[in-house]
Structure formats: structure tokens, C-alpha cells
């Protein structure tokens, strides 16, 4: 558990029969930024997350006892890829996200890893990670790609 901005957090294991409601977060959470695009497509997106869904890489965000989103981490030889961090609409703005990444870098330097992310082009998420000492290190057509070194 972990308390940043008065906003107590935790995390719990996912399982394979846990993907429709993952599935449903990732939707709530991405609907406006893929929409802005125009690349908003519900079938699509589940087939993009189930086609790389790992439970044992998945936990749940708690806030309260309650699921508020998801997290999802890879380590690699050379870095931790955060693959995917959505927090439901209805708990945005609320400090979670900061939270979450205050874990998450704990759990990074802890194993003295830098952690990467991406983000969707004109997503608000971009400005988030970069608030919380992400790097710019490529770009893709449709992606941002950051760095956040170990600490």
C-alpha cells in the first residue's frame, strides 16, 4: 500500500478471467484520446490488449477498496516497460495515477531498472508522464515513447 496526496492506493493480482473487466477499463479510459484521433474502436482495442495479456503481469488499482483501473509492468534484461496504466474516468483527477507511479518507481530503483512508457499522441497521458520525470526518447506514427531513469 502506498499514500501519495492523501490518496491511498494498493494493488491485486489479476487472473485470466479477469479480462472482460480489464478490457472494460481500458476502453472507459482511452474512449476520448483515441476518439480525438479517430482511431476509437472497441473491438480492436480488446484484441490489441487480450492478444498481450499476461495476468501474472497485471494487477488491479485499488483506491479504497475498490478497483479503480489497472497497471501493467514487463521487466526486461535492460528496462521496465509500464505496458499499460489506466485509471476508470469516473477516479481520474483524483491523485491515483501519481500514486501508482510512486510504487511503481519504488519497484524500479529497487531493482535499479530506468522504466519506459508510451503514450498516445495527443493523449493527456503525455503531459502526465512527462509531469512525473518521463524523458522523451522516440516517437512512432501514433505513439510517444519515455524514459524515466533509476533513481
Known amino acids: 500500500m502506498t499514500q501519495h496526496d492523501d490518496t491511498i492506493i494498493s494493488f491485486a493480482p489479476t ?3 479477469d479480462l472482460d473487466e480489464l478490457v472494460g477499463i481500458r ?4 474512449r476520448e484520446s483515441l ?32 478497483r ?17 496504466l489506466y485509471i476508470h474516468p469516473d477516479h481520474q483527477g483524483q491523485g491515483i495515477g501519481s ?7 519504488c519497484e524500479a530503483d529497487a531493482v535499479v531498472l530506468p522504466m519506459r512508457v508510451g503514450a498516445l499522441k495527443q493523449s493527456e497521458a503525455n503531459h502526465f508522464y512527462q509531469r512525473h ?8 506514427e501514433w505513439d510517444i515513447y519515455y524514459e524515466r ?3
Not at 133 to 140: A, H, N, R, V, Y
Open 15 to 17: 487472473t485470466s478471467s
Open 27 to 30: 476502453i472507459a479510459a482511452m
Open 35 to 66: 476518439e480525438r484521433v479517430g482511431r476509437f474502436d472497441p473491438i480492436r482495442a480488446r484484441e490489441r490488449f487480450q492478444s498481450g495479456f499476461s495476468p501474472e503481469h497485471t494487477r488491479y488499482i485499488l483506491s479504497h477498496a475498490q
Open 68 to 84: 479503480v483501473g489497472f497497471v501493467v509492468v514487463k521487466q526486461d534484461e535492460n528496462h521496465l516497460l509500464l505496458d499499460h
Open 99 to 105: 500514486a501508482v507511479l510512486t510504487q511503481l518507481f
Open 133 to 140: 520525470g518521463f524523458m522523451k526518447i522516440d516517437e512512432g
Open 149 to 151: 531513469q533509476a533513481q
